[in-house]
C-alpha cells in the first residue's frame, strides 16, 4: 500500500541519518580527543558505518518502495523526493568505492595534520593523490547517473541546484570588483587612525568562559551543545546534540572568540531545524551555502556591526581589563575589520575572503577534471594567490596544506562559502527591512529579534526548499550578489 510504503521509507531513512549522525560524533572525536594511533581503526569505524548506510539506502526495496509510495502535503511530498534523489545518487556508487573513499579519506587527514605541522606537502602528495583519484572515480559514476558535470554531481552533494556554471559568472564578476576594491579600501584604511591592540594577556581558561557565555547569550542551548578545542573550528554532532571546537590562543583572544560566534551560527541552524522531520531527508539544513549563511549571518552581518561590538567591547574588558580605549567600538571595528592581503583562508577578512574561495573552486574543478594533477598543486596554488591577491605563499603549511577540506575528501564543498557570505548579506538586509529595532537590539547583545527572523524564514523551513527559492521565500528575490557588494561597500569603502 502506498501509505505503507511511505512509512517504511521514513522508518529507513530514519535508520540511516542515526547512522550518519553516530559516523558524525566519529569524526568530532577524531579532531578532539582521539589518540594518534587510533586513526586507523577509526578509518575502519568511518567505512564501516558508510558501507552500512549504503547498503541500506540502495537495497531493492528502496527503489521498491519509492515507486508506489504517495505523499500528501508539500513537506511529504519534498521528503519523497528527496528520498529518491538520495537514492539515485547512491545507487551510481558501489558499496566498495563508498567504504575505500571513507578509508582514504581517514587515513590522509591522518597524514596532513603530520605534513602541515612540517610544511611539507610531499608527506601527504601520496595519501591524496588517491584521494582525489577516488574522488574523480565517484564524480565520473554520479555524472553518468544524474547526467552532470563530474564536478556539478560532487557540488551537488553539498548544494543542491548549484552548479560550476552558475558559480564561476558571479565569481568572475566578484574578482574584477575584488581588483578595483582592494586597493581602494586599503587606502581607505591607511588614512584612519591605526587600531589600538587589546591589552592582553588573554588566559585561555577566561576566553572558554567567555566564549560559551557569548555563544549562550546570542542563543544556543548548552543543554543541547558543547565546546571543545582542535586544530581547525568546526561545528558538528546533531540537531540534538551540536558539538562546537575552536582553538585558543593566549595572544589574540579574536581567534578564539569570533571562530566560537561563526560555529554558533552554524549551531543555532542545527537546533532550529523542524524536530518534526528530525532524520528525514526535508529535516534537513538546506545544504552547505545555506548553512554558511548562518554562520556568516551571525559572526559577520551580526556580532561585527558596529551596534554588537559597541555591547561586545564591554564584555571584554569586564573579562580581561585594561583602559577602555581599546574596547571601544570604533577600535575593535578598526581591529577586527582590517582588510589585508593574507595566506590564510580562516584569517582573511570579507573583501579578501572570496579570493581564497575562488581559487580553491577553480583548483579542485581542475584536480577533479584532470586538468591539474595533485603533485602540480603546490605551484598552481602558489600562481594562483600571485594573480588573486599579489602575494605568494613562503611554504605550504601557509599555501595548499592549510585547509583540511580536500585531505578529508570534500571536493565541491568550497564555493558554499562564498555563496553563504552572500546569502548572509542579503538575508541580512531583509531582516533588517522585517524587524523594527534590531540593530538597537543588537548594541544590547540581543540577538533574539534576529534569530526569530531566521527561525521562521530559514531554520525552520528544513529542506521544503532548494537554495535559491528559500532565498526567494525569505528576500523577495533569488541569490542577488549585488547585497553583498552592497553590504562590502558601505562597511569598508567608505571614509
Known sequence: MPNAALNRLKARFARIAALGEAAGMLHWDAATMMPPGGGASRGEQLAALAGLSHELLTAPVVEEDLEIALAEGDWEQANLDLMTRAHARATALPTELVEATARANSACEKVWRDAKARADFALVCPALTEVVRLQRETAQALAAELGMDPYDALMDGYQRGVTAADVEPVFAAYQAFLAEALPRAEAIQARRPAPQPLPGPFPVEIQRRLSRALSERIGLDYDHARLDESLHPFCGGTPADVRLTTFYDERDVAKALLGVLHETGHGLYERGLPEAWARQPVG????????????????????????????????????????????????????????????????????????????????????????????????????????????????????????????????????????????????????????????????????????????????????????????????????????????????????
Open 284 to 495: 534537513e539544513a538546506a545544504g552547505m551555502a545555506a548553512h554558511e549563511s548562518q554562520s556568516l549571518i551571525v559572526e559577520m552581518q551580526a556580532c561585527r556591526s558596529d551596534a554588537f561590538l559597541g555591547f561586545l567591547g564591554g564584555e571584554l574588558r569586564t573579562a580581561f581589563g585594561g583602559p577602555p580605549a581599546p574596547y571601544e567600538a570604533s577600535n575593535l571595528a578598526r581591529l577586527w575589520r582590517h582588510v589585508g592581503r593574507g595566506f590564510i583562508r580562516v584569517d582573511a577578512d570579507e573583501i579578501t575572503y572570496p579570493a581564497h574561495v575562488i581559487l580553491r573552486f577553480r583548483l579542485e574543478r581542475a584536480l577533479i577534471g584532470g586538468d591539474l594533477q595533485v603533485a602540480d598543486l603546490p605551484g598552481a596554488w602558489n600562481d594562483g594567490m600571485e594573480a588573486m591577491l599579489g602575494i605568494t605563499p613562503p611554504d605550504d603549511a601557509r599555501g595548499c596544506l592549510q585547509d583540511i577540506h580536500w585531505h578529508d575528501g570534500a571536493f565541491g564543498y568550497f564555493p558554499s562559502y562564498t555563496l553563504g557570505a552572500m546569502a548572509a548579506a542579503q538575508l541580512m538586509k531583509a531582516a533588517r527591512a522585517a524587524v523594527p529595532g534590531l540593530d538597537d537590539a543588537l548594541g544590547r547583545g540581543d540577538m533574539a529579534p534576529l534569530l526569530g527572523w531566521l527561525r521562521a524564514n530559514v531554520h525552520g523551513k528544513g529542506s521544503l526548499l532548494g537554495f535559491q527559492d528559500l532565498l526567494r521565500a525569505a528576500t523577495g528575490k533569488p541569490l542577488d550578489p549585488a547585497d553583498f557588494i552592497e553590504h562590502l561597500t558601505v562597511r569598508y569603502l567608505r571614509d
